[in-house]
């Protein structure tokens, strides 16, 4: 099926650096998701995008829908502890009933 | 505003028992339905999607089913169940097709 390479799998960084995170595909996506899944949680939407080159952010949190509508990223400025989690990319094809997820990327902070 | 709710939170169970997990939405009307399984560190694989009541999509072939007997309820059931079958069960719902809201999850251990 339709897959999303999602990268890095896992981040290991410094409280207060930047953080960048990508999803690509090889299909033409309407619509970028970027969740965020704390342990033992279910994920929590945190930016969702629907036109291309759609720039938007949320706090700290920036992302992008790809101008070729194949890629999006997510950035988080100032990292905080608060943002350890398993973030997803999530895209939905044009006709699609369901929506294709990335393998999500593990986010570790060091104090 | 919507809600979504899942239980029970936690389940164990014994290989070869029957399963049943329950999700409803409330604060929307004709939603589309989706059941998940996650395993430990792993990504989301989506099971089950319903854009209606009594309409199922099945997504992989597996030891598990699905209804929806009333608009906002989606329920996943199992005649019986494997040790494979343990794993974070998560029901997420959408206006539409595009931005999906999920549930806090069922964690289900069989033993």
């Known amino acids: 099926g339709q897959q999303l390479n999602q990268s890095p799998q896992s981040m290991f960084i410094q409280e207060g650096e930047d953080v960048s995170m990508n999803c690509t595909s090889s299909?033409?996506?309407?619509?970028w998701l970027w969740y965020k899944q704390d342990p033992g949680e279910g994920p929590v939407l945190l930016i969702a995008l629907y036109k291309a080159g759609e720039l938007t952010s949320n706090g700290r949190l920036t992302a992008q829908f790809g101008i070729t509508r194949k890629d999006s990223f997510l950035n988080i400025s100032a990292s905080i502890p608060s943002d350890v989690g398993i973030y997803f990319c999530a895209g939905q094809l044009p006709g699609a009933q369901k929506l294709v997820f990335g393998q999500g990327t593990r986010l570790t902070i060091n104090p | 505003s919507q809600t979504i709710h899942q239980w029970p939170a936690t389940l164990v169970q014994p290989v070869g028992s029957p399963l049943s997990l329950e999700c409803t939405v409330e604060?929307?009307?004709?939603?589309?339905l989706y059941w998940y399984r996650q395993a430990a560190g792993r990504g989301l694989q989506l099971l089950f999607y319903s854009v209606g009541i009594g309409q199922i999509s099945s997504e992989v072939p597996q030891n598990l089913s699905a209804s929806r007997p009333q608009d906002r309820q989606f329920i996943l059931s199992s005649k019986k169940l494997l040790l494979s079958d343990s794993g974070f069960y998560l029901c997420a719902w959408s206006r539409g097709v595009e931005t999906q809201y999920f549930g806090p999850g069922t964690r289900l251990l069989v033993l």
């Open positions: 299909s033409i996506f309407n619509t």
């Open positions: 604060g929307t009307s004709n939603p589309n």
